[in-house]
């Protein structure tokens, strides 16, 4: 195996194998051992690449300390002088693929070796080094693994022997916005002609160069006297019950809870607290109107400032969320705010 290719490999404080959430603060360290999905990774490269160590680094920890973080494990990446470095994958994981992302992008810029990271297309870390790694489309969650690895350790195999990689479509990884040369049979115009006859058609057609999708909406009309407003409180920051009643799921929300706060001042603990993955929980649940400030909205309808404060109060939690799921949530949550006839919403975040 000295012949081969080397591979440097880095997870979070889960695949790692150290523990869950209880795990995210910790430092970044490095392993010799192959661990987590290191271990089935190096048996995908034929036998000619070699994963020579693991970097474990907790999500939380890597996000709070980015600049500690990152100087520590690109001097793990220069000792160790891997071939290809390979993160993740994150799947839709927020922290995760951050981290993996803001790593791929400085090993990829300051030390000019290859990268292979993996990604759900609606990952927040996407964006900052798809342009710079390969990153394989993934599922939303890890169940994805058996495919994303496979796809992962291909790209890797070929950046490792020095072999041309092919097309997003070819590959599976996620375009990278670039156009490349290529010779085909047919010239442009011809190609063209034959793209504008299919559409003129109502026949399928596939374009050589899609153009992005922005969601446009329209800005909502300002509310002319928030003396007689009703104003509705809506969070994605994952405040719920005692009891989480509805099991709104901590990371990548399935569903949108709704309940009466008709009767407080304020959302006090214990009576609620926060039921999100995605940050650390203890300021939350000490005083949830940190992120949901239902105390400071009734404090307002008191003075006068507003006129009222909707009888319920609208959350799930945002970590993970996928953008189809966040406007299937708007979409309801706001046809209930219209036909109860509030006149505005404060939405908070984290």
Known sequence: MSDGFKVLYYVNQFFGQIGGEDKAGM????HSEKIGPALGF????????QVVGTIICGDNYFNENKEESLEYILNLVKQEAPDVFVAGPAFN???YGVACAEIS???????????VTGMYIENPGLDTCKQVAYVVSTSDNAGGMRKALPAMANIAYKLGKGLEIGSPEEEGYIARGMRKTIIVEKRGSLRAVEMLIKRLKGEEFETEMPMPVFDVVEPALAIKDLSKATIALCTSGGIVPAGNPDRIQSASAQKWGKYDVSGRDALNAPDFYTTHGG???VYANEIPDRVAPLDILKELQKEGYIGNVYEFFYTTTGTGTSVSNAVKFGTEIGKELKEA??????????
């Open 105 to 115: 992008r400085a090993v990829a810029e300051e030390l000019n070796i290859p990268v």
């Open 93 to 95: 994981a927020g922290r």
């Open 42 to 49: 190096e048996q995908l490269l034929k036998g000619e690449g």
């Open 341 to 350: 006839g509030v006149d505005g919403v404060i939405l908070t975040s984290t």
């Open 27 to 30: 430092k970044p360290e490095f």
């Open 279 to 281: 940050y650390d929980p």
